[in-house]
């Protein structure tokens, strides 16, 4: 039950200083003033407490009570997240803007989920039989995509003492009695909470090795992320990382998606909030929504409601993994966050290190990305949480502290290049700056799944894009006339990667999405393709010739010609270059000249990727 624990005696911003008379504990959840704003306690001495606000402070005073709630920060977690829209501190932006209109006002308390709605809830568990921590006590149809599962907390086990049956339920309405070893009877409510800062238990930790499929064919094929993996997204003003998540949020193929924008322009969220409801799932054809759940944070609210926002998503993301999901957590951007630590640490007096930031930076960023995982749960199913984190390094500066942090916690990173951006080249990720330190773990995947070609390709692609950065930096210095057409021919194998597979449009119908049968033969025609202009070259064809009869425009335009039921159309094409590439002066894939190519029975290989 919630009581004065005590009164404002400072107030600096969002920090107030309180005085005591009664007990806190560290990150409970208070309530602040007259208005009583939202708060959680970060620091307490022998008298007195620092409290966060995590609304804006203007008008409170000193000797102003301090309300204590016993609890936690703590998300709220049931049916009824899935296609809702919460603030930094989980309070429905629907029901806000019904209280308050068009600006949020101050001390407003709504429940996270509707305690009006009603679920029809269907047990699974035996009346009377033991449980443990995880365990299925029943299901709720929350969207027509995805299936809720009540679970036992993490934390509670014993003889399951009374069960609801079949009916309608409200997330406030018990589902069940657990009686623990001790005797004591703990009832569970359909909603639980749980404290956003600890990480929810597993049950065993397991390798990252099933691949992210995005869709994206420079994420996908050349850094590809794995279910259970992190990465972050660098990059400066309008290189298109938001977009990128965009993309990744949509055709992911995760069960689950939680999108953050931890800080982000009001506009951009507002594109975010405006788009999501019209969007429909390329999966199945159903409102996105379904399967989204949006946490705003926008960089004129409180700026210490950023850090909130961080882990109520990443908490809400657990929970969905704990049921058996895969689930894709999008963080819009993590240096705002960052930004928002800045900016408490300075109101604390904390001793700041690099560029203002707390010594405690890179512990937060470590911990905060380390709650990605493929795991068995608790409850015995295999899933996943992938983080994805957006870095906005002040002028595009990779070595400011944030960016210099993160890239030591993430597997994948994929930094967005401005120069590209400018081109417009989206996605704008930079070849030569990228990496994942995954790729190896899911090439078993690949190689089995869509075919055997796909690492080699992978390695001739990131090798010829290269030696084009070599040939640039010559072309600079002595023009493109003193290369030898080898070298010509080796640029314009570049550009059929570079535009004919790389780059991608979010917006057109064909192009947006590729699935990885169709990156695969795409990439694989494309190598082909270069492979046989330079074998015609080595038998004493005109450049010139060459590029004509190859016809380059037309391959690049295959990526937004030839759609993911076509399959055949590139395969056929692929196959006709094969044939020609065999019949110059009778060599196959592994002879003289091609020294590089692997030593593989083209039928067979042939054979083995239709199976695929």
């Given at each position: ?7 404002i005696?400072r ?16 990150s409970?959840r ?14 307490l001495?022998s008298d007195g407490a620092?409290?966060?606000?995590y609304?804006?402070t ?7 009570p301090?309300v204590?709630?016993g609890?936690?920060?703590?998300a709220?977690?049931?049916?009824g997240l899935?296609?809702?829209l919460?603030?930094?501190i989980q309070?429905p ?16 308390e709504?429940?996270s989920?509707d ?10 568990a035996?009346?009377?039989?033991a ?5 299925l ?13 009540i679970l036992?907390p ?5 003889r ?15 589902v069940a009695?657990?009686e623990?070893a001790g ?6 409510p359909?909603a639980?909470?749980?404290h956003?800062r ?18 994206q064919?420079?994420?996908d ?20 990382k ?7 949020a ?14 982000e322009r009001?506009?951009e969220?507002t594109e ?5 409801p ?5 999966w199945?054809?159903?409102?996105l929504m379904?399967?989204?759940v949006l946490?705003?944070?926008?960089s ?10 961080i882990?109520t998503g990443?908490t ?8 058996g ?18 900016e ?6 904390e001793m ?12 937060r960023?470590?911990?905060f990305y380390?709650r990605?995982?493929r ?7 295999e899933s ?9 390094p002040?002028?595009?500066?990779f070595?400011?502290p944030?960016?210099r942090h993160?890239?030591?916690f ?7 290049d ?7 080249h ?7 700056g ?5 790729a190896?773990?899911v090439a078993?995947?690949w190689t089995?799944?869509?075919g055997p070609?796909?690492?080699?390709n992978r390695?001739?692609a990131?090798d010829?894009?290269q030696e ?14 003193a290369?030898?057409?080898e ?9 059929l ?7 991608q449009?979010?917006l057109?119908?064909v192009d947006?999405y590729?699935?990885p049968?169709?990156?695969?033969l ?29 016809d380059?425009s037309t391959l ?13 159309r ?9 044939t ?10 592994g002879?003289a ?6 030593d ?7 054979e083995e990727e239709?199976?695929a």
């Amino acid at each position: 039950m919630s009581e004065d624990v005590g009164i404002i005696v400072r107030v600096s911003g969002f920090v107030v200083e309180a005085r005591l008379d009664g007990d806190l504990s560290i990150s409970e959840r208070v309530w602040v003033g007259e208005p009583r704003l939202a708060g959680e306690v970060i620091a307490l001495r022998s008298d007195g407490a620092t409290i966060q606000v995590y609304e804006d402070t203007q008008g409170l005073r000193p000797g102003e009570p301090i309300v204590g709630s016993g609890q936690p920060l703590s998300a709220v977690l049931g049916p009824g997240l899935l296609g809702n829209l919460f603030d930094g501190i989980q309070r429905p932006l629907d029901a806000l803007k019904a209280s308050s209109g068009d600006f949020i006002g101050r001390g407003i308390e709504t429940p996270s989920l509707d305690p009006e709605r009603r679920w029809t809830f269907v047990p699974r568990a035996d009346q009377g039989a033991a449980v443990v921590a995880g365990q299925l006590l029943g299901v709720v149809q929350e969207t027509e995509l995805l299936e809720h599962r009540i679970l036992v907390p993490p934390d509670l086990g014993g003889r399951l003492a009374w069960l609801a049956g079949e009916g309608e339920l409200g997330v406030e309405d018990r589902v069940a009695v657990i009686e623990t070893a001790g005797g004591d009877e703990v009832p569970l409510p359909l909603a639980q909470r749980w404290h956003v800062r600890r990480p929810r238990p597993v049950g065993a930790r397991l390798r990252p090795d099933v691949p992210l499929i995005t869709g994206q064919r420079a994420i996908d094929t050349f850094f590809p992320l794995a279910k259970g993996g992190n990465a972050a997204i660098p990059g400066g003003f309008g290189t298109g990382k938001t977009v990128l998540q965009h993309s990744l949020a949509r055709w992911s193929d995760a069960d689950v998606v939680v999108y953050i924008g931890c800080g982000e322009r009001g506009n951009e969220m507002t594109e975010v909030l405006e788009e999501f409801p019209e969007l429909t799932d390329p999966w199945t054809g159903r409102p996105l929504m379904e399967r989204t759940v949006l946490i705003a944070n926008t960089s004129n609210m409180p700026v210490s409601a950023r850090e909130a926002s961080i882990y109520t998503g990443i908490t809400i993301a657990e929970y969905y993994r704990d049921q058996g999901h895969d689930v894709a957590l999008m963080a819009d951007s993590t240096s705002r966050w960052a930004q928002a630590l800045r900016e408490i640490a300075g109101r604390l007096g904390e001793m700041p290190v690099e560029e203002g930031y707390p010594a405690y930076l890179a512990a937060r960023l470590a911990a905060f990305y380390e709650r990605a995982g493929r795991v068995r749960t608790l409850g015995g199913d295999e899933s996943s949480v992938t983080v994805i984190g957006a870095v906005s390094p002040p002028g595009g500066d990779f070595s400011e502290p944030v960016t210099r942090h993160t890239q030591r916690f993430v597997q994948g990173w994929l930094a967005l290049d401005a120069d590209l951006a400018h081109r417009r080249h989206y996605p704008a990720i930079d070849w030569l700056g990228s990496y994942a330190l995954q790729a190896d773990a899911v090439a078993s995947w690949w190689t089995d799944e869509v075919g055997p070609r796909w690492p080699e390709n992978r390695r001739r692609a990131l090798d010829l894009l290269q030696e084009e950065s070599g040939l640039q930096d010559l072309v600079q210095l002595v023009g493109p006339d003193a290369l030898s057409d080898e070298q010509r021919w080796t640029l314009s194998g570049a550009r059929l990667v570079r535009e004919g597979f790389l780059q991608q449009n979010a917006l057109h119908p064909v192009d947006a999405y590729a699935v990885p049968e169709r990156q695969a033969l795409l990439l694989d025609l494309l190598l082909t393709a270069h492979r046989l202009g330079r074998r015609r070259l080595e038998a004493g064809d005109p450049l010139d010739e060459i590029q004509r009869e190859l016809d380059l425009s037309t391959l690049i335009q295959l990526r937004q010609e030839v759609p993911n039921d076509a399959l055949d159309r590139l395969r056929e094409r692929r196959d006709a270059l094969r044939t020609e590439l065999d019949g110059l002066d009778g060599e196959s894939d592994g002879a003289a000249g091609d020294h590089d190519e692997p030593d593989e029975p083209k039928e067979d290989t042939r054979e083995e990727e239709e199976g695929a």
